[in-house]
């Protein structure tokens, strides 16, 4: 009996040995990215909003990561971020070492259950978001239009460049449309930077879009090479609002197909990744927010400062967004892309 009770003493002597000596042994979360590359994968060309925002955050996340790692940046454009959101999903390793901006619309696309999308966009690890956006309808300005009123009364379509059919570039333009504006939709760019040039070469008459698209364009503002005529937040003064062009029965659907202003431009890492990671990502994103430096470039870009969205309440909005999909809001939203 002694000895039965000394053997089990002993076992749990040597077990709470083993266990100390694991965890001494095991580096810390905070010390994981000592001396390795953090890999930042972006859903679009080089030269448009979303890249310009994911080098930005990029650049400026690694100083407040404990241990500092380098960085690299990959763009993976493609569908407008879905090959970089699938990408994440089902080929990057779960160990932080890999993050994604894939875009502005990549996880809608998920929760109406888009045919070719095959990951869940609530299963992601949310790290944050730079803050809200506002999207603005613009027309160029050798068109005549200068108005929206004027767009109504267009006596031909104006033909508007977008990226896919599932995303507000193109939804938005074809809503109007189908309530008699005059609007004709190409949604075959792969980024933002093409539609630019487009505008630019007078390939196509207007865009809408986020305002921070034209970071790097901001001369065709200045010059009034494009104007705006339509926005879906009071932010330009005299500009008439989607909500208020629109039947207020296309309200449910308009939330559903803008809903990524609320949630700008996230920061998300695979499904999976450690807890403790996740954490470590998330505090050094919002104290990277609140750096005097970052906001100081991110202002120049025209970047949303100031309102920053942390990584757990992301992932709150995208359960509440996929929990309040209605059926019927969802089969509108699927029409209305095309995508059936």
């Not at 042994?25 to 859903?43: H, I, Q, S």
């Amino acid at each position: 009996m002694v000895t039965r009770i000394a053997c089990r003493c002993l076992f749990s002597a040597l077990a709470a040995a083993f266990f100390l000596a694991f965890v001494a042994g095991a580096p810390r979360a905070e010390d994981f990215y000592r001396g390795k590359t953090l890999t930042v994968l972006v859903g679009f060309a080089p030269g448009g909003g979303v890249d310009t925002t994911a080098r930005l955050v990029a650049r400026h996340l690694v100083r407040f990561i404990p241990g500092q790692p380098g960085v690299v940046v990959q763009n993976m454009e493609g569908a407008a971020g879905l090959v970089a959101a699938r990408h994440l999903s089902q080929r990057a390793a779960a160990d932080g070492l890999t993050l994604a901006v894939p875009g502005r619309s990549w996880f809608v696309d998920a929760i109406v259950k888009n045919p070719g999308v095959t990951f869940d966009s609530t299963t992601f690890s949310y790290i944050g978001s730079p803050g809200a956006v506002n999207s603005v309808m613009y027309v160029r300005s050798a068109t005549g239009v200068t108005s929206f009123a004027e767009l109504k009364s267009s006596p031909h379509p104006l033909v508007f460049g977008a990226l896919r059919s599932t995303t507000p570039t193109a939804m938005i333009p074809a809503l109007l449309a189908a309530r008699g504006v005059p609007i004709r939709v190409i949604p075959s760019y792969v980024s933002t930077a093409r539609v630019l040039l487009a505008l630019q070469q007078g390939e196509v008459d207007g865009f809408f879009t986020v305002e921070d698209s034209f970071a790097n364009q901001e001369d065709m503002i200045r010059r009034k090479v494009v104007v705006p005529i339509l926005q879906n937040k009071p932010t330009l003064a005299g500009i008439p609002l989607v909500r208020d062009v629109l039947p207020a029965g296309d309200g449910p659907l308009l939330d559903l197909v803008l809903s990524l202003e609320s949630f700008g431009l996230p920061l998300v890492g695979p499904p999976g990744m450690p807890a403790e990671r996740v954490d470590v990502l998330r505090r050094a994103f919002m104290a990277m927010c609140a750096d005097k430096d970052y906001r100081a470039d991110a202002a120049r870009m025209n970047q949303p400062i100031g309102a920053p969205v942390e990584g757990a309440a992301l992932a709150a909005m995208i359960n509440a967004l996929a929990g309040n999909a209605a059926p019927d809001v969802v089969a509108a939203y699927r029409r209305l892309s095309g995508e059936n």
